[in-house]
């Protein structure tokens, strides 16, 4: 499975933007950028997904790098209810199975 | 819409005892996959099952077992329980398996193994 990396923890505060980095230098052309999140105690929620261009669904933007060797979730307000750890996650391969790694602790200022 | 639930929510067994999780996916999701999320290890894939069939299974020991039904409800079998396998256990349902298909969790069962 391809991989992905993150950084361990970002922090914001809140009403600012955020902006959540992902590299994935290994990425095949059928790959696709799956972004979940989990909030404390509750499960996986997912957040948005693409494929090359760029993405924009009611919780958030995805922005894809043109060699799509990396991605940036972006959150245009971050509240402090986005507190969560986010997942970055290549979808493809051979089985289309979700393979989380470590993924990034949002901490949101109040 | 009634989102994936799981039953139960906690569960506590003894070392050696087997255990059966219950997942009912969202009306119309004919996938359900399997997950264990542990402190040390993270979230980790099991299994998944699409239209009662196994497509793919994690790397996890031949005492994890799970099967999907036809109204695609599934169920994990746990057994000869280990300390180990004290877990979140997360159940995610989907419309397909396509690479562009999201996935959504339920809640989780806690097991405690004592």
């Known amino acids: 499975d391809a991989k992905t990396t993150q950084p361990n923890s970002m922090e914001s505060n809140e009403e600012e933007p955020v902006h959540l980095p992902c590299n994935h230098s290994?990425?095949?052309?059928?790959?696709?950028i799956h972004w979940y999140r989990q909030l404390p105690s509750q499960g996986p929620e997912y957040v948005i997904h693409?494929?090359?261009s760029n993405v924009n669904n009611r919780m958030a933007s995805l922005a894809i790098a043109e060699d799509r060797k990396s991605s940036t979730l972006i959150l245009h307000r971050a509240t402090l209810r986005d507190a969560a750890v986010y997942y970055c996650?290549?979808?493809?391969?051979?089985?289309?199975?979700?393979?989380f790694g470590k993924g990034t602790l949002l901490t949101v200022n109040p | 819409k009634a989102g994936v639930t799981q039953t139960p929510r906690y569960l506590i067994k003894t070392r050696g005892q087997q255990v059966t999780l219950s997942c009912s996916p969202i009306?119309?999701?004919?996938?359900v996959s399997w997950y264990q999320q542990t402190p040390g290890q993270g979230l980790q894939f099991l299994f998944e099952?699409?239209?009662?069939?196994?497509?793919n299974k994690g790397n996890f020991p031949g005492r994890f077992s799970g099967r999907q039904f036809s109204n695609s409800r599934s169920e994990m079998n746990v057994s000869t329980l280990e300390l180990g396998d004290s877990a979140l256990y997360l159940c995610?349902?989907?419309?397909?398996?396509?690479?562009?298909?999201?996935?959504?969790f339920g809640q989780g069962t806690r097991l405690t193994v004592v």
């Open positions: 290994t990425i095949s052309g059928t790959d696709y």
């Open positions: 996650i290549l979808r493809g391969g051979s089985n289309y199975k979700l393979t």
């Open positions: 995610a349902s989907s419309l397909g398996v396509l690479r562009d298909t999201e996935a959504f």
């Open positions: 099952y699409f239209s009662e069939t196994q497509r």
């Open positions: 693409g494929l090359t």
């Open positions: 009306s119309g999701h004919r996938s």
